[in-house]
């Protein structure tokens, strides 16, 4: 069971601070919801937890190692991370660009192994993306590149998977798929900690969801118990009237 800890974290990016005293703890499979406002830090969380950056005090930990301690390959073995508007910097088959999830695995000079054709061929079954493996990248729709960037990130085998709003350009179809993938993944037991906009998929797919604003946690819990009608409208300004869903939110009066 990975266990994925924030002990007492400052976080100090720029000339203000964004967190201050955060402490929160993810573990064991699921797919946990990160949501809140513009600006609440969800992003940077997902950067610290990925240990692409560090806090300017307190620990990111992983299992009780703290990242900053672990070798580059053996953390981007553990801990998979989607940016958001992944793109491809040059012209590229999907093959290959979902190979580049094996990185991490590659002994310097050795060529993609049986177990690595193996999880490529994996990742494009799991995201449907299978019939389009030799096609090139920059012909793909946006819902395809979506599902491609997510087969190169399950490629990489980590037991856990970081994304950071992988729907933001999609319409509902594609949002609607992509988080089905990301359940199932979290199944066969994955972490995945994926930060949304759209609440309404939070409820519906997410075992866990924690809400950010301002830098701090304002609620966490299953989508009913962090999702409620007092969080919302503190937190979002909307107000969800009773017996509605997310999806029937309104702006207070």
């Given at each position: ?17 964004l ?7 993810i573990?064991?499979?699921?797919l946990?919801?990160?949501v809140g406002?513009n600006g609440?830090?969800k992003?940077s969380l ?8 560090g806090p ?6 992983l ?11 053996e953390r981007?073995r ?8 992944g ?8 093959r ?14 050795r060529?993609l192994?049986p177990?690595?054709?193996?999880a490529?061929?994996?990742?494009l079954?799991?995201?449907g993306?299978?019939?389009l493996a030799?096609?090139g990248f920059?012909?793909?729709s946006?819902g395809?590149?979506?599902r491609v960037?997510?087969?190169r ?17 999609l319409d509902v179809r ?5 988080m089905e ?16 906009h759209?609440?309404d ?15 701090q ?11 409620v009608p ?24």
């Amino acid at each position: 069971m990975s266990v994925l800890t924030l002990d007492q974290l400052r976080f100090q990016p720029g000339t203000a601070t964004l967190f201050d005293q955060l402490s929160l703890t993810i573990s064991g499979a699921g797919l946990v919801a990160l949501v809140g406002p513009n600006g609440a830090g969800k992003s940077s969380l997902l950067r610290l937890l990925a240990g692409l950056v560090g806090p300017n005090a307190g620990h990111v930990r992983l299992d009780g190692h703290s990242l900053s301690d672990m070798d580059e390959r053996e953390r981007a073995r553990a801990i998979a991370y989607l940016p958001p508007e992944g793109r491809a910097a040059w012209p590229i088959s999907v093959r290959r660009l979902v190979a580049l999830g094996r990185i991490p695995h590659l002994k310097p000079l050795r060529t993609l192994t049986p177990d690595d054709q193996s999880a490529i061929e994996a990742a494009l079954a799991r995201t449907g993306t299978a019939h389009l493996a030799e096609r090139g990248f920059d012909t793909l729709s946006s819902g395809e590149k979506a599902r491609v960037l997510l087969a190169r990130t399950l490629a990489v085998g980590a037991r856990i998977i970081l994304l950071d709003e992988p729907m933001a350009a999609l319409d509902v179809r594609h949002q609607l798929a992509v988080m089905e993938i990301l359940a199932a993944e979290a199944r066969t037991g994955a972490l995945v900690i994926v930060s949304l906009h759209a609440l309404d998929l939070a409820a519906r797919h997410a075992d866990r969801v924690v809400v950010l604003d301002n830098g701090q946690v304002v609620a966490d819990g299953p989508p009913d118990r962090a999702l409620v009608p007092a969080v919302l409208e503190q937190t979002f300004g909307v107000v969800a009237p009773e017996g509605l869903t997310v999806g029937g939110l309104r702006l207070p009066s």
